[in-house]
Nanobody, 123 residues
Framework: QVQLVESGGGLVQAGGSLRLSCAGS????????MGWFRQAPGKERQFVAA????????SYADSVKGRFTISRDSAKNTLYLQMNSLKPEDTAVYYC????????????????WGQGTQVTVSS
């Protein structure tokens, strides 16, 4: 049974930083693509970032490029999202996701999802 559990969300002021973590179990972590998505109230879940199984390739949404960094530690079965220079528009529930294929930005391509962690950025 695949489980993805996010942590690290919270309330931060604009310009601040947070690091999200996603602990995985029940899957061969080192062989799957991992991604982060986010969903703001009243909006669809949107792609944020993804990283290939080998960590050799990453992809970011334009809105977070240069501010967010995705990384993974396969030895610890953990995915990270370092978020710097946070803006109020980054406020959302952040979800980690996994798929047994190459990096994509399409939500429906990801088979496994965590329960989400709330990030709130105050102005």
């Amino acid at each position: 049974q695949v489980q993805l559990v996010e942590s690290g969300g919270g309330l931060v002021q604009a310009g601040g930083s947070l690091r999200l973590s996603c602990a995985g179990s029940g899957l061969t972590f080192s062989s799957v693509t991992m991604g982060w998505f986010r969903q703001a109230p009243g909006k669809e879940r949107q792609f944020v970032a993804a990283i290939a199984w080998s960590s050799s390739f990453t992809s970011y949404a334009d809105s977070v490029k240069g501010r967010f960094t995705i990384s993974r530690d396969s030895a610890k079965n953990t995915l990270y999202l370092q978020m710097n220079s946070l803006k109020p528009e980054d406020t959302a529930v952040y979800y980690c996701a996994a798929r047994p294929g190459p990096v994509t930005t399409t939500r429906d391509d990801y088979a496994y999802w965590g329960q989400g962690t709330q990030v709130t950025v105050s102005s």
